[in-house]
């Protein structure tokens, strides 16, 4: 479909690349560790292997494609060729977080801590977002005038039909699922969304659903592949990033706001989580601070 294998925009404001396009035919670009600034998106056209993410393996095939946010930690290991498309777009280019009404993919294609990073993709499905990835392309390709509203129109709707997709099969994954234990799973979804900034311990969910920890924490592990402490936490720092990126609070407030008296205790939590200060993580992804890097 590419006739090369990178495109770009660059941020005419400070020389930076905010938005790329390109074609991999090898398994080296994601075999090692990426936590990267800036969203990315995969569509692995041919080849399969393992895909770590965060503190959790999933295998993958063809036709699937993944949904990483800035910052997550992840890495495709792959035997055999891995071939495929990748778009990176940094939230300057595009903030998931302000758009959020106009294509509801936050929470479902990205910072969902709840569901698998990634979706399948049938021939027609697969078709249809690589169409619209030609058309970026092709976009990128073009010395035009606002050429950077016209491929954040095109995003828009790649990230629109690929949600549809992964909302579909959610459905269809509950509607196979109905045991006792989806139900505790649900009541823990609930109940972490509800009380994450003042209940952080996983015996007060046991407590709050009238399960023994045991229970909670083995529904955890084999729905969200998760400890239960870890769900709890990721929620926070999930709420965390966005109160950084979106918002003026300081640190210290952001951290009493989740229920933590010692901002930098928190702290050490996020950085435990992500590697880095909430302080890098504004400075890097707040609103017109960061760029993508090549």
């Not at 498309?85 to 929470?107: L, M, P, T, V, W």
């Not at 970026?136 to 954040?152: G, H, P, T, Y």
């Not at 998760?226 to 720092?237: G, K, P």
Request: proline share 2%; hydrophobic share 40%.
């Amino acid at each position: 479909m590419l006739s090369q294998s990178v495109y770009t925009l660059v941020n005419q404001q400070n020389g930076n690349l905010s938005f790329k396009v390109f074609e991999f035919d090898n398994s080296s670009y994601f075999d090692h560790i990426q936590r990267n600034n800036y969203f990315t998106l995969i569509i692995i056209t041919s080849g399969e292997g393992i895909a770590k993410v965060d503190l959790c393996e999933y295998e993958f095939k063809e036709n699937t494609m993944f949904a990483f946010y800035p910052y997550q930690p992840f890495m495709l290991a792959s035997e055999g060729a891995l071939m495929g498309i990748s778009i990176q777009f940094h939230h300057d280019f595009f903030c998931i977080y302000r758009h959020h009404k106009e294509i509801a993919s936050n929470g479902i294609l990205f910072n969902n801590i709840y569901e698998q990073p990634f979706i399948w993709l049938d021939e027609s499905n697969k078709k249809t977002l690589l169409n619209i990835v030609g058309e970026i392309v092709n976009e990128l390709k073009m010395e035009a005038l606002r050429k950077d509203e016209v491929l954040v129109s095109y995003l828009k709707i790649f990230l629109v039909l690929a949600t549809r997709i992964k909302l579909e099969q959610q459905s269809i994954s509950n509607t196979n699922n109905t045991d006792k234990q989806l139900l505790i799973v649900q009541q823990l979804r609930n109940a972490i969304e509800d009380n994450f900034r003042t209940k952080h311990s996983a015996s007060e969910y046991a407590d709050m659903l009238h399960v023994t920890p045991v229970v909670l924490a083995r529904a955890a592990k084999n729905h969200f592949n998760m400890t239960l402490s870890d769900l709890i936490t990721e929620r926070i720092i999930v709420e965390a990033k966005r109160e950084l990126y979106l918002t003026e609070k300081t640190v210290k407030e952001i951290a009493y706001e989740l229920g933590y008296d010692d901002e930098y205790y928190f702290s050490r939590v996020f950085k435990g989580k992500t590697d880095i200060s909430p302080q890098f993580y504004r400075d890097s992804i707040g609103f017109n601070r960061g760029a993508l890097s090549s």
